[in-house]
C-alpha cells in the first residue's frame, strides 16, 4: 500500500484505517447506476435514496461490511417476457457508501421505484481524559477518565 502526502505526517498516527477506506472508495467509483440522493431529514437523521425502478424486494440485498454500506441489486429474468423496447434499465448492481464510525441504519424502504435507506448519527459528546505523568520514584499506573456531557440515566446504564 503507498502512503499519499497526507499520511506521511509522523504527527497521524493510527490512521490507517482510514487509509484503507480512502483506498476503497478510489476502485469503487462506478458507473454512476443507479442515480441517488444524500439529503438530510432531521437533526442526526440521514437518508439515501436510490432510484430502483423495476427491482423488487426480493431483488435487492443491503449489508454493512467493515463501516462500508453495499446495496446490491440483481433482476431475476422472466423467460415469458418478450420486449419489443427495452428502455428500462435491469442490469445487476452495487453501490457502496462509506459510513462514519457510529452511524446506524435505521431501515430501509421501497416506495415506488424508490429505495430509502434511513441512517442515524449519534449526537457526538465530547471527551476528556487527563493522563497522569510518572516521576521516577512514583510507579502508580493510575489513568482518569472523564467525559464531559449529560452523564448516563439509570436506565442506560
Same mark, same amino acid.
Given at each position: 500500500?503507498?502512503?499519499?502526502?497526507?499520511?506521511?505526517?509522523?504527527?497521524?498516527?493510527?490512521?490507517?484505517?482510514?487509509?484503507?477506506?480512502?483506498?476503497?472508495?478510489?476502485?469503487?467509483?462506478?458507473?454512476?447506476?443507479?442515480?441517488?440522493?444524500?439529503?438530510?431529514?432531521?437533526? $442526526?437523521? @440521514?437518508? &439515501?435514496? !436510490?432510484?430502483?425502478?423495476?427491482?423488487?424486494?426480493?431483488?435487492?440485498? %443491503?449489508? #454493512?461490511?467493515?463501516?462500508?454500506?453495499?446495496?446490491?441489486?440483481?433482476?431475476?429474468?422472466?423467460?415469458?417476457?418478450?420486449?419489443?423496447?427495452?428502455?428500462?434499465?435491469?442490469?445487476?448492481?452495487?453501490?457502496?457508501?462509506?459510513?462514519?464510525?457510529?452511524?446506524?441504519?435505521?431501515?430501509?424502504?421501497?416506495?415506488? $421505484?424508490? @429505495?430509502? &435507506?434511513? !441512517?442515524?448519527?449519534?449526537?457526538?459528546?465530547?471527551?476528556?481524559?487527563? %493522563?497522569? #505523568?510518572?516521576?521516577?520514584?512514583?510507579?502508580?499506573?493510575?489513568?482518569?477518565?472523564?467525559?464531559?456531557?449529560?452523564?448516563?440515566?439509570?436506565?442506560?446504564?
Amino acid at each position: 500500500m503507498t502512503r499519499g502526502p497526507l499520511f506521511n505526517s509522523p504527527l497521524l498516527l493510527g490512521f490507517d484505517q482510514l487509509e484503507q477506506a480512502l483506498d476503497r472508495l478510489q476502485k469503487t467509483g462506478g458507473d454512476g447506476y443507479p442515480p441517488y440522493n444524500v439529503e438530510q431529514i432531521g437533526e $442526526g437523521r @440521514l437518508r &439515501i435514496t !436510490l432510484a430502483v425502478a423495476g427491482f423488487s424486494e426480493d431483488d435487492l440485498s %443491503i449489508q #454493512i461490511e467493515n463501516n462500508q454500506l453495499v446495496i446490491r441489486g440483481k433482476q431475476h429474468e422472466d423467460g415469458e417476457r418478450v420486449f419489443l423496447h427495452r428502455g428500462v434499465a435491469s442490469r445487476q448492481f452495487q453501490r457502496s457508501f462509506m459510513l462514519a464510525e457510529g452511524i446506524e441504519v435505521a431501515g430501509a424502504r421501497l416506495d415506488n $421505484g424508490l @429505495l430509502n &435507506i434511513d !441512517l442515524v448519527r449519534p449526537i457526538e459528546q465530547t471527551r476528556i481524559r487527563t %493522563i497522569a #505523568i510518572q516521576s521516577p520514584g512514583n510507579a502508580s499506573t493510575d489513568m482518569t477518565a472523564k467525559r464531559a456531557g449529560p452523564s448516563p440515566s439509570d436506565d442506560e446504564r
